[in-house]
């Protein structure tokens, strides 16, 4: 704190955004003058509980008990976690901080909000870390840049790892790793990918919230310094539907506490998986139709779940595999991790990090066995007998509200607040794609947002 202090005294940070995700992926928050943010550090922030209940473009959602509860629609409160304290490079004396929301001001210790992405992945680690274990994790998101006025594609031509076509980025590509390593996180490669306009920039794992918050703050940083450059960058699932779906591959293993060893590993076992992975993984596999809701949540994520596109229609598992969901990967014995290949780009980092601890201590807990081997050969289109993921966001928020462990785990509150909100996303969708030219418009405007 006390380095922030001098940032502010000596006119280093100006202003201060004062972020929340919400439950669509948006950073949503208000911006204060520096001195006024010191005063509310420990006041905390007041901010309208119904911010939590708006859809993307900001049209507020009933039947959540959000609004319901108070209908005065009164405060919560933004408490800065000022170990996320960031200057913004590519701005001029400006910094950003996350939150946690909380129901009363002036106590730290109050309440927190039951429905606040952070605050339910918080919870979970939590538990992770009760159980002596540590998460390890990154995210690798695909995105297109499209051209700000026709919100098309700022490329013709499909050069997957082209490097001349890499090559023509590679001005905002330094520019964007660059401020990424100036805020402490890693990137590490980047690539054209499978479509024109389309992009992928992987990053570093991290331990704990740090693997979501890196991956919060990822998506708008690219947003903006693609916007400094003249792009539009977006990163809804399925922008166009004649091209490919962009992703957004969940990586993760689970670690002793003391961040010196991979529990995953087991060099000695014949397919080098310890006995801990197989259960991890087990549990994943026994939550998938519910989990699918968390990594795909809108109905446009699910156009991306096409065969032969490369991303998972099915419940299959495998070694170094792209054609199953769940992508084992066991290069040594501290590379030897679960690549969910379900979400899409759109998927809000909390709440996939927060269901897969869930399912994955399930495993853990009931000493789950995988119900099959591993599958190999082109698993995209599946047979008989390899079950199906559902094929709709309908179809998995069934799953997803009938699931017994995620229930206890999210709560009542929070089970009602996202079912009534991803409605609210199908009824939108459904409006919208009736009419060919309302689809493209609907993924054009979104396309912006996201």
């Not at 108070?70 to 701005?91: A, H, Q």
């Not at 499909?158 to 001005?171: D, F, H, I, L, Q």
């Not at 699918?292 to 809108?298: F, K, N, R, Y």
Request: charged letters at 25%; hydrophobic letters at 35%; a neutral charge.
């Amino acid at each position: 704190m006390e380095k922030i202090r001098r940032y502010i005294k000596d006119r280093t940070v100006e202003l201060v955004r004062v972020e929340l995700e919400d439950l669509n992926g948006l950073s949503r928050g208000i911006i204060l003058e520096a001195e006024y943010f010191l005063k509310k550090v420990e006041e905390g922030v007041p901010l309208c509980t119904s911010i939590l209940s708006l859809t993307t473009d900001g049209e507020l959602v009933k039947n959540t008990d959000i609004p319901e509860e108070n209908n005065e629609y009164s405060n919560g409160f933004l408490y800065p976690d000022v170990e996320t304290f960031k200057i913004l490079p590519w701005l001029k004396n400006s910094a950003s901080v996350l939150v946690d929301f909380r129901l009363n001001s002036n106590d730290r210790s109050s309440p927190v909000f039951p429905i606040s992405p952070r605050v339910v992945c918080k919870k979970q680690i939590k538990k992770l870390e009760e159980m002596g274990f540590e998460f390890y994790g990154a995210f690798e998101f695909e995105y297109y840049l499209l051209n700000q006025t026709t919100k098309k594609a700022i490329s013709d031509t499909a050069a997957y790892c082209v490097t001349s076509e890499n090559s023509k980025y590679e001005g905002m590509v330094s520019d964007l790793m660059q401020n990424l390593r100036k805020m402490g996180i890693r990137s590490e490669t980047f690539h054209t990918e499978l479509s024109p306009g389309q992009q992928e920039l992987t990053l570093a794992p991290t331990f704990g919230i740090s693997c979501a918050d890196t991956a919060f703050r990822f998506r708008h940083l690219v947003k903006e310094i693609a916007s400094k450059h003249g792009y539009l960058a977006t990163f809804l699932s399925k922008p166009f539907l004649s091209g490919s779906g962009s992703s957004g591959h969940f990586n993760h293993s689970i670690w002793s506490m003391n961040s010196t060893k991979n529990l995953f590993s087991n060099l000695e076992s014949p397919n080098k998986l310890s006995k801990l992975a197989e259960q991890w993984l087990a549990g994943l596999i026994c939550h998938s139709k519910s989990l699918i809701a968390l990594a795909c949540p809108t109905p446009n994520c699910f156009q991306r779940l096409t065969p032969g596109a490369f991303s998972p229609c099915n419940l299959a598992w495998g070694y170094d595999n792209r054609t199953v969901t769940y992508r084992v990967k066991n290069y040594s014995a501290s590379q030897t991790y679960i690549e969910n290949r379900m979400p899409g780009a759109a998927v809000n980092p909390y709440l996939i990090m927060a269901g897969t601890i869930m399912a994955g201590m399930d495993g853990i807990r009931r000493k789950l066995k995988l119900p099959f081997g591993p599958c190999t050969g082109n698993n995209e289109i599946g047979g008989s007998e390899i079950e199906q993921l559902p094929q709709s966001l309908n179809d998995a928020l069934d799953h997803f509200r009938g699931d017994e462990l995620f229930k206890k785990e999210f709560g009542e509150d929070f089970m009602k607040f996202f079912i009534a909100m991803k409605k609210k996303e199908i009824l939108i969708s459904k409006e919208f794609e009736q009419d060919k030219d309302l689809g493209a418009q609907y993924r054009e405007r979104y396309s912006e947002l996201i």
